[in-house]
């Protein structure tokens, strides 16, 4: 017989994609969603879609993600999030992986983001294999700062070959934002590692990493979504360099006050 499978999200104010992510899961023997504070409906279709549904406070995502993993009912635990769905393929993937592990304590998988509808195959985005699938008898845990966190585990891990299908931006103010948001958490990170920022990273950083990505990781072949990608990651570099700027000049002020 198959070990169960818990797959759980976390999640706040996402009644409109969690749906599609909701449906995706529907093999699982436990779907958890875990909501931080949603103000949209997200947890009353989450409990219509058949979802077991606790609520906890924000506490970061590190401490929030942890708190969510804690409560799930089965070993093996799948770690989603509202953007992402499973595909058929990995479906079966790993309901296969789970019934003969020998021995590994965790999967890796390649995420397949999409933006606009488009599959980005390339560029900065591309490979990109995340730890989701584990047993928290082996240590399934977050770990990390205050932004990107992941997932780790005491033990073997083995790759999957199927992709979980990422959809992280609704349009381009939701990209705007979450970026703007990651930049400042991550600067943040920076400042306490004593990272201080300064003119390279601001003015020369930026352009370097679009090239990066529209070229030497061949983002071009993306076509327009290639360029979004690209603009979006400098975007990125630049609001953390000024960010961390920011805080370091702020502290200043505090010290001189």
Do not use: C
């Not at 899961?25 to 875990?34: H, N, P, S």
């Not at 609520?55 to 970061?60: A, F, L, T, Y």
């Not at 600067?187 to 201080?196: I, K, M, P, S, W």
Request: aromatic share 8%.
């Amino acid at each position: 017989m198959r070990p169960a499978v818990s797959v759980v999200f976390m999640v706040k104010d996402e009644i409109d994609r969690l749906g599609p992510s909701l449906a995706s899961v529907r093999w699982a023997d436990e779907v958890l969603v875990v909501d931080t504070g949603s103000q949209d409906g997200t947890a009353q279709l989450a409990r219509e879609a058949g979802a077991r549904v606790e609520v906890i406070p924000w506490e970061g995502y590190v401490a929030s993600r942890n708190r969510a993993l804690a409560l799930a009912t089965h070993d093996w635990v799948l770690v989603l999030d509202a953007d992402e769905r499973v595909s058929p393929g990995l479906a079966e993937e790993v309901r296969q992986a789970v019934g003969t592990p020998d021995g590994v304590a965790a999967f890796r998988m390649p995420r397949l983001s999409h933006v606009g509808g488009q599959p980005v195959r390339h560029g900065v985005w591309a490979p990109d294999r995340k730890l989701r699938l584990g047993l928290r008898s082996r240590g399934l845990s977050a770990a990390g700062g205050r932004v990107h966190e992941w997932i780790e585990v005491d033990g073997e891990v083995r790759d999957l070959v199927q992709p979980i299908l990422h959809f992280p931006y609704r349009d381009v103010s939701d990209a705007v934002r979450k970026n703007t948001l990651y930049a400042k958490l991550s600067a943040l990170d920076r400042f306490d590692r004593g990272g201080r920022g300064g003119v390279f990273p601001i003015l020369f950083r930026p352009p370097l990493e679009f090239l990066r990505s529209w070229i030497l990781k061949r983002g071009f072949l993306d076509g327009r979504a290639g360029v979004g990608v690209a603009l979006l990651h400098a975007w990125y570099y630049l609001l953390r360099a000024a960010f961390l700027v920011e805080e370091a000049e702020r502290q200043k002020q505090r010290r001189g006050a």
